[in-house]
């Protein structure tokens, strides 16, 4: 903790003068359009407010308007980054919604799907939090290189790099290309030798580790209390993974351990993403070798006007952010009446304001950049 | 986690006067929920978070619901003097559903890791009162989402602690996801193909609809 | 020693610098334009329409069933039925579309539109150079514009068009050779009266 400067200017009527500042949204470091308003003490941190909005298209009314659907291509474009979890947690919901079974080649195919996205998030993580913390484009560049090479195989598998539009209800879009399983465990023998580059890059570096030590501290009964949830929660010691919690999908048969960090700081924040990269790999060596043959859609699931029972279905997913939940109330007509998204970026920033204040300004930045958020959810 | 009769009997045990309601769920996701009255909402909260056994202290997702006013139109058999014969005719009798806004929380327990329970709290009506008490001070995770709500529903959440706009801007007056709401035409907007599109159409059928 | 850490890091981009010169693993780009990423056989952009035969506006395979404007999540889509109807493969008379429209600066490339087509007659291009100068009128593609023949498509997806055409010969041939077996066969003998 970093104490307030001992003299402070007293403006005219005697109360301390404080700095406002608008770390706009037009910022290279704040993730997107985001705002913070912060009150600055010299260089501390005295308040903070999170601002956002300005990437609201209240995506939850178009999705009144489409049918269930044509809100796919719509989910791809929440947390732009990951797009086929965001399709799996919508399917998975609506799927609990209208009584939809999934196929075990469809299950395997998912999960591998969903575990590359997770590489391909932390990889930009780690990336943009170097590039934030003044490493300009060096270790993001190595973790987009290797990113590249995964957009890869989504595009040969589906057509778009990042808005997949792949999952269906009851299933997924199409077969696997003949091929795309050797590639894919290539870039998996491959993949550790890339993490472990990055390490020696980073890890053991003095500015990294000054920059991050101790900064951002998250006490375990806060983060739980504030929803946090996703990496950020685990760094604070609370074992809560999804995937093990409700074992959705066929995660029940993969054998992989869940990091969880000391201290609740940066550097664990970053090092647990580290760490789950490599759990991501075992669960993908597992599922590559046991994909089984067989049909990848329920022979149920209608394409066109699928329209459920009247009710409402509440589903989730461990995604690489945190954790991706859909509302659904159908009305039994071929629209959602209600569509939900409960977005982990946007609940993740509820104590950003706890773990800056007190820190400077440098600091705001760095915590900011290790919650991870994408503005395309907070927004939706 | 135990069925949702046997803990809606400890809430009522727990807490003196509340009152819940079982809300079954049509679809074959068999998540019913729990809607309580909005006074003694802020402590059935408590007790849901603090008890040893339930320890739901994780508030995942905080939804707002609109339900506007329905007109159901049902057939009741009902016995009426027909030329001087009591017989039981059908009649088609109209049956109004009541207005109201809902916030509908999801809660899961992160120290038991079962879940989920749903509670739903209902404001009276519509137009004027359409306060709710606030659970923030329970979760601290309902802080933005309650937000969310009043920005985009129009529910007032007492007891929160900064409850002002958070996805609009705050000088925007209307609240957008009531399946009332009509969008404001009034801004500038370029002209998008969209309109040439249609002007071009029509030339096609100078009658004027097309066959 | 203090600053190890960084020394490190140095050694492993100095490790990457000079092995981008020799090594084809580190060197992961291309100098775009003059040299192009082989196209990829899935990928999707923007959607056009396939024609058999020569002539584009005779041989479309669209009937204008407008399933696809319907299924349209960004409604980019504009349909007009034509009044008059033309033969198709068959031999049968079709529908066809009098106007049908693609607003490219909203269609966002999600492949719906190409999965829920009954008649296998729209489908996603690769073309992503469409930059005009024009915003409004150059972005709104008509019939002719998307009108693509079907080796076009053959040469994009060559696994999907094959299995396709595979497909609408059958068709095809079974029509002709129906049509064949009706024009041989001898007339029935007239009814006697009384018949219903």
């Known amino acids: 903790m970093i104490a307030p400067s001992a003299t402070l200017e007293l403006g005219e009527s005697g109360e301390p003068q404080l700095l406002e500042v608008s770390l706009g949204p037009q910022h290279p470091s704040t993730h997107g359009v985001f705002r913070m308003d912060v009150s600055l003490d010299g260089e501390t941190v005295v308040k903070l407010k999170p601002v956002f909005g300005y990437l609201h298209r209240n995506h939850e009314k178009i999705a009144e308007k489409c049918s269930y659907l044509g809100s796919i291509p719509y989910t791809d474009r929440l947390d732009y980054i990951c797009s086929l979890t965001n399709n799996w947690a919508y399917a998975m919901t609506v799927e609990k919604l209208a009584g939809l079974g999934v196929p075990e080649r469809a299950e395997y195919i998912r999960v591998i799907l969903s575990e590359l996205t997770r590489l391909i998030n932390h990889s930009a993580l780690a990336g943009f939090l170097l590039q934030d913390m003044g490493a300009l484009g060096t270790p993001l560049m190595y973790a987009f290189r290797e990113r590249e090479k995964i957009l890869d195989l989504f595009e040969s598998l589906t057509g778009a790099r990042m808005m997949c539009n792949y999952m269906r209800f009851g299933g997924c879009r199409c077969d696997l290309p003949p091929g795309w399983i050797e590639q894919t465990k290539n870039l998996v023998a491959n993949f550790p030798k890339f993490l472990d580059e990055f390490e020696s890059l980073l890890t053991g570096n003095e500015i990294l580790r000054a920059r991050t030590e101790g900064v951002g501290v998250l006490t375990p009964q806060l983060a739980v209390n504030a929803g946090v949830t996703g990496p950020m929660l685990r760094a604070t010691g609370v074992n809560y993974d999804i995937r093990k919690v409700d074992q959705y999908g066929v995660y029940g048969r993969f054998k992989f351990r869940v990091p969880l960090g000391e201290r609740g700081d940066v550097f664990d924040r970053y090092m647990i993403r580290i760490l789950e990269m490599r759990e991501s790999l075992k669960i993908l060596e597992q599922a590559l070798r046991d994909i089984p043959a067989g049909p990848i859609i329920d022979p149920k699931a209608k394409l066109r006007n699928l329209r459920p029972k009247a009710g409402e279905a509440y589903g989730r997913i461990e995604g690489p952010k945190g954790e991706l939940g859909f509302y659904l109330i159908s009305d039994g007509g071929p629209n959602p009446y209600r569509y939900r998204i409960r977005p982990p970026s946007l609940i993740n920033l509820t104590i950003l304001e706890d773990m800056c204040l007190g820190r400077t300004i440098a600091d705001a930045v760095v915590i900011l950049g290790s919650v991870d958020i994408v503005l395309g959810e907070v927004d939706r | ?211 | ?196």
């Open chain 3, 1 to 196: 020693m203090n600053g190890a850490g960084i020394i490190k890091g140095m050694i492993e981009t100095a490790r990457n610098f000079v092995g981008s010169y020799h090594d084809k693993a580190r060197l992961t780009t291309v100098q775009y334009p003059e040299e192009k990423l082989p196209p990829v056989e899935n990928a999707r952009t923007i959607p056009f329409l396939v024609f058999d035969g020569d002539e584009a506006m005779a041989g479309l395979r669209c009937t204008a069933c407008q399933i696809c404007e319907k299924e349209c999540p960004p409604q980019c889509i504009y349909i007009i039925k034509d009044p008059v109807k033309k033969p198709d493969y068959v031999g049968k008379m079709q529908i066809q579309p009098k106007v049908f429209d693609i607003d490219i600066s909203v269609c966002m490339s999600c492949g719906i539109c190409v999965e829920v087509c009954p008649f296998d007659a729209i489908k996603m291009d690769q073309v992503f150079e469409l930059s005009t100068k024009d915003r409004f009128g150059a972005l709104l593609l008509d019939k002719t514009q998307l009108a693509k023949p079907n080796d076009y498509f053959v040469k994009l997806h060559k696994t999907e068009a094959s299995e396709i055409d595979v497909r609408r010969d059958d068709e095809k041939r079974k029509a002709e050779a129906a049509a064949a077996a009706k024009a041989a066969a001898p007339k029935p003998p007239a009814a006697p009266g009384g018949a219903k």
């Open chain 2, 1 to 211: 986690m135990e069925a949702l009769e046997q803990l809606k009997a400890r809430v009522e045990a727990a807490v003196p006067g509340a009152q819940a309601e079982i809300v079954p769920n049509g679809s074959p996701a068999n998540q019913p929920s729990l809607s309580l009255d909005c006074g003694h909402a802020r402590t059935v909260a408590e007790f849901l978070r603090d008890d040893p056994d339930l320890r739901f202290d994780y508030a995942s997702n905080v939804t707002g619901v609109d339900w506007p006013e329905k007109t159901i139109k049902e057939k009741i058999k009902v016995k009426k003097l027909v030329s001087g014969v009591e017989k039981e005719v059908e009649e088609v009798c109209e049956r109004k559903t009541p207005a109201y806004l809902e916030a509908v929380y999801h809660l899961y327990s992160m120290a038991r890791k079962h879940g989920p329970l749903i509670l739903r709290l209902r404001t009276e009506n519509r137009s004027d009162k359409v306060t709710l008490p606030s659970l923030t001070p329970v979760w601290r995770s309902c802080e933005f989402q309650e937000r969310e709500i009043f920005d985009l529903y129009g529910i007032i959440f007492e007891g929160h602690t900064d409850l002002r706009r958070i996805l609009m801007w705050p000088e925007f007056t209307d609240h957008p996801m009531r399946k009332d709401y009509v969008e404001p035409d009034d801004y500038e907007y370029e002209p998008t193909p969209h309109d040439d599109v249609l002007t071009r159409a029509r030339q096609h059928y100078p009658g004027g609809t097309p066959a």
